[in-house]
């Protein structure tokens, strides 16, 4: 008998104090559901627009063990769904010119389980490995006419194929086990990997032959050795937005950063073309020495579009669209008036108009851009509430095959025409989530640091008609955002399903609003974005009387950690508890052990903490610890190298030699976030607990 996981009985979380609700209603939300909830992977829609294919990751509720299995469908929404046998995982899923399916997967062959592409074709369901190499395959892209492609993955730089002996660790010279990093080597570990010395993230093309396996040896796109070096696509959190290629399947576009001393204090990405015949790569943004991201070519092989930063050092600067116009060679600005930055991009089939995704005031809309006038046109495909969206593949028809989320659900694959609604294609966790009682969500704005508009949102169970306890979110980034979307890891939802109204603000940083106003938070962590709080957590009590402000603790991760460490000295007599996940304790000791130097930095004006130990100095949390008093949970992860774990062991000295109520949760498994299911129950366990502790009489629900 097939059984839900979302519904199936298992020990309840002792965390979970929420006053039952009603028979119609469904049970609360709970962290087992979150974490056994089934999740939408990668989606890909066939060239004729009739099918789609997209990954289902499903976790066992007994051993948390992770599935991804391949699906596909009629894009009209008829039929059912049909479940595609890979004989191991599936992953980034891709339709050829001729409609054949490719995907990576770990299926056994032999002794080998090594990850490589394969392809099945739809119809018969009959399976082809694609790629045999020796070393494992990160990610690929197809050409448009189907007869090459390229894959990606760690590859020693002196390698002229995808995979050598020197592929190995070279900073382990032996006899013993030390790691040597010679003058020069630029990042010693980024973000939870210790790095490679010679190994890179690599580019190679190869044919396809008549039997859909590569043939030959590829072409590097990165050139001879001596050449570029650097990681293609980017580390970590680069994909396939970073490679594209060129119409006409002759050259590839790729995104790619010099590796040397100076690259932890470089946000210079820049897009290079390979014409993959063993010359090094032209690179097309030579003269911007700040981000150039996204490559984009037209289908009809005139233009690319990419996205651009201006500042250097800025990771969270805005991103304009350029275009370049490939015949000549000329670029030219295209949204420069428009004051979003733009997260995604993509031409339509007919090659008259890109469409982009951006944040913009809680959501996460799609627009159109006119490449002749740069015109943006916000498009509605969620009347009343747009959410986020994401993925999306324009049709020759004008339809759009995109995802969405929102704080209530995760992301489904829909259909449609901007405008109305679009048509659900699947139902990954749509109708388990039913089952389950439903929070609300409300927006709210104010008037924040230097009068200006702040917006934020109230997320509180339904079912609850009197006061109740609340938390205050503050999120990561700085630069980033609260937004109407779903989380795995701060989810609104479960937090509200256990008894609170969750109270977030997007202060003064917060992307989504202009870029003045993202702007604003630069030599003010402690500052402008307090007051923001401050006065946001003030307007929420005052907005909704179901409030309790009185009984209330905060919590935050990465910069909304360093905000609970802040709090603890500049507002200790605010909250009941405060939970701190790997947050800045100390911004001197910060300074010298993260990684990616320039953001560091540039938060505090753009120099190292030696030249100018006044700005880190100012909003150091460390200097007010004399005023802790706050009971405090800290966590942290032994293999964030963003914000080391010292950080976290240092805050938790200093509240047990204050004797400050406290407790410390460190994972040795995991990085910046927490990403493993039964981690992410204990962490929303040992969480629950403490808020528990502090706003519940005895601990419970009252």
Not at 98 to 109: E, F, M, N, T
Not at 405 to 420: N, Q, T, V
Not at 516 to 537: H, S, V, Y
Not at 590 to 598: C, D, I, P, Q, R
Request: net charge negative.
């Amino acid at each position: 008998m097939k059984t839900n996981s979302l519904l199936l009985a298992v020990a309840p979380l002792a965390v979970v104090n929420a006053a039952p609700a009603s028979a119609q209603q469904g049970a609360p939300f709970s962290p087992q559901d979150l974490v056994t909830l089934s999740r939408l992977g990668g989606t890909a829609v066939s060239p004729d627009g009739k099918t789609v294919a997209y990954i289902v990751t499903t976790t066992d509720p007994g051993s948390y063990k992770r599935t991804p299995t391949l699906w596909v469908r009629s894009a009209d929404g008829r039929g059912q769904p049909r479940r595609v046998d890979t004989g191991g995982s599936a992953s980034d899923p891709a339709f050829a010119a001729d409609g054949a399916l490719y995907y990576l997967s770990d299926r056994k062959v032999g002794e080998a389980e090594t990850t490589q592409v394969w392809k099945v074709d739809v119809a018969s369901g009959v399976t082809t490995q694609v790629t045999a190499f020796k070393a494992e395959v990160s990610g690929f892209e197809l050409s448009p006419d189907g007869k090459r492609i390229a894959v990606w993955g760690d590859i020693a730089r002196n390698c002229p194929t995808f995979g050598c002996d020197s592929d190995g660790n070279t900073a382990l010279p032996g006899p013993g086990t030390g790691r040597h990093y010679k003058d020069g080597a630029g990042f010693v570990r980024h973000w939870d990997a210790w790095e490679t010395p010679g190994n890179y993230s690599r580019v190679f093309a190869f044919d396809l032959g008549a039997d859909g396996k590569v043939v030959g040896d590829g072409k590097a796109a990165d050139g001879p050795v001596g050449t570029l070096t650097g990681d293609s696509p980017g580390k970590p959190f680069g994909g396939g937005e970073d490679v594209a290629w060129a119409a006409d399947s002759q050259s590839l576009f790729f995104v790619a950063r010099q590796a040397d001393r100076n690259e932890p204090t470089s946000t210079n990405l820049d897009i290079w073309q390979s014409s993959l015949d063993g010359t090094a790569p032209k690179n097309l943004t030579e003269a911007n020495k700040a981000t150039d991201n996204t490559p984009a070519p037209s289908p009809d092989g005139k233009w690319l579009a990419y996205a651009a930063m201006a500042r250097p050092g800025y990771e969270a600067d805005r991103l304009v669209v350029h275009l370049i116009n490939l015949q000549t060679g000329e670029k030219r600005e295209l949204t420069g008036g428009w004051d979003r930055s733009v997260a995604s991009l993509t031409w339509t089939p007919d090659s008259k108009a890109l469409i982009a995704t951006a944040e913009d005031v809680l959501d996460t809309p799609a627009f159109r851009i006119d490449p002749l006038n740069g015109k943006v046109t916000r498009l509605v495909l969620n009347p009343g509430r747009e959410g986020h969206i994401g993925n999306v593949v324009p049709l020759k028809d004008g339809r759009l095959v995109y995802t969405r989320d929102s704080i209530d659900a995760p992301a489904e694959l829909f259909i449609g025409k901007p405008g109305k609604a679009g048509m659900r294609l699947t139902d990954v966790a749509t109708s388990a989530l039913a089952q389950r009682a439903p929070v609300v969500t409300q927006r709210f704005s104010f008037k924040g640091a230097d009068g200006d508009t702040v917006w934020g949102q109230i997320t509180k169970p339904s079912w609850i008609k009197g006061r109740m306890p609340s938390v205050l979110f503050v999120h990561g980034g700085p630069q980033g955002s609260y937004n109407d979307s779903w989380s795995n890891r701060w989810n609104p939802r479960v937090w509200a399903s256990q008894g609170y109204a969750i109270v977030s603000v997007d202060f003064h940083g917060s992307t989504g609003y202009g870029q003045a106003f993202t702007d604003a938070i630069n030599r003010q962590w402690g500052g402008k974005p307090l007051e923001d709080l401050q006065k946001g957590f003030a307007a929420a009590i005052a907005l909704d009387g179901q409030i309790d402000g009185n009984n209330a603790c905060a919590a935050g991760a990465s910069y909304g950690g360093y905000m609970m460490n802040w709090i603890a000295g500049v507002w200790p007599d605010r909250f009941k508890c405060l939970v701190q996940h790997d947050g800045v304790f100390d911004a001197r000791a910060m300074a010298y052990e993260t990684e990616e130097l320039w953001f560091d930095e540039w938060e505090h004006g753009g120099h190292p903490y030696y030249e100018a130990p006044q700005e880190f100095e100012k909003w150091n949390p460390v200097n007010h610890v004399a005023k802790w008093k706050t009971p405090m949970l800290v966590i942290t992860g032994e293999k964030d190298f963003r914000i080391p774990y010292t950080q976290g062991l240092a805050a938790f000295t200093a509240l047990q030699r204050r004797g400050v109520p406290s407790e410390l949760l460190v994972f040795p498994d995991e990085n910046h976030w927490v990403l493993k299911p039964k981690n992410s129950l204990q962490w929303h366990q040992t969480s629950f607990n403490w808020l528990n502790r502090w706003l519940k009489k005895d601990g419970k629900a009252e």
